[in-house]
């Protein structure tokens, strides 16, 4: 609608987890950097952060970043019992038909990593909304993957993300093997006012527009509602951009984004 006015030649402000629009702020930047590099150490790590903060993007670009060593087998319904979380993963890694058995489940998923070994390849599990785990005996089979390893390295590398409830959980004392084996960790934390700016520039000129779009007012407004979260931030910028394009102006003003702002405050 509004991406031949503003000369773009998609819109930035996708609500889809697209790596190509990852913003790399300082937090982001050390977020996957720990993450890849606990990846290529066979390691288990925890990544937490508010609800859309950009956890799952960060999972995309750690995806693109990894070479053809690496399988992931992502999982994004947490909800399972431990055998059917041993099942989904059989199924992940290649077995053709997951046992009944959680015993023969386990020699599956064990043959698999194996057979991955042999092939120069290392699975990496990641599970997505971890936090929606809703047994702690689902947690120990996931602990019990790194009992999967050779003398001198694990067979899978695991990667556990979801919201700050998930690491509040974990600090329960049930949870303590688990934690002794994370080897890394990191809690993303929301965008500041500069970060937001740059965010917005970002994604204008990814998607082949200009950057300055946003005046000062506007960028002000939008931190303000967000409070430097990404996916609220997209959510006022696509409707600043519908409303700037409705009044034909060249940027995002103070007079577009109160219009914005009165929207959005009648939302439910």
Do not use: W
Request: net charge negative.
């Amino acid at each position: 609608m509004y991406e031949t006015y503003f000369g773009l030649r998609e819109r930035p402000f996708s609500k889809t987890p697209d790596p190509r629009f990852l913003y790399l702020s300082r937090g982001h930047r050390e977020a996957l950097a720990r993450m890849q590099y606990a990846v290529e150490e066979r390691d288990l790590v925890l990544l937490t952060g508010e609800i859309g903060c950009g956890k799952t993007t960060l999972s995309r670009a750690l995806m693109d970043a990894l070479d053809d060593s690496f399988k992931v087998v992502c999982l994004i319904n947490p909800r399972l019992t431990p055998l059917e979380f041993l099942s989904s993963l059989a199924r992940h890694l290649g077995a053709a038909e997951p046992a009944r058995f959680k015993v023969d489940l386990l020699e599956q998923i064990g043959k698999c990593l194996y057979d991955d070994y042999e092939n120069g390849v290392t699975p990496v599990v990641v599970i997505d909304e971890a936090q929606l785990v809703p047994h702690k005996e689902t947690f120990d089979e996931i602990r019990l993957l790194t009992n999967f390893q050779l003398d001198d390295r694990n067979l899978v590398s695991v990667v556990l993300m979801g919201q700050p409830e998930l690491r509040r959980r974990l600090r329960h004392r049930a949870y303590e093997p688990l934690r002794q084996r994370i080897g890394m960790q990191y809690d993303l934390k929301p965008l500041d006012l500069a970060e937001t700016a740059e965010y917005l520039d970002f994604r204008m000129v990814k998607a082949g527009g200009r950057p300055g779009l946003f005046d000062e007012a506007a960028v002000a407004a939008i931190f303000a509602y967000a409070k430097g979260t990404p996916r609220m931030i997209n959510h006022a910028a696509s409707l600043a951009l519908l409303e700037c394009f409705g009044r034909g102006g060249e940027t995002v003003d103070q007079a577009v984004i109160e219009a914005v702002m009165m929207e959005l405050s009648d939302t439910l």
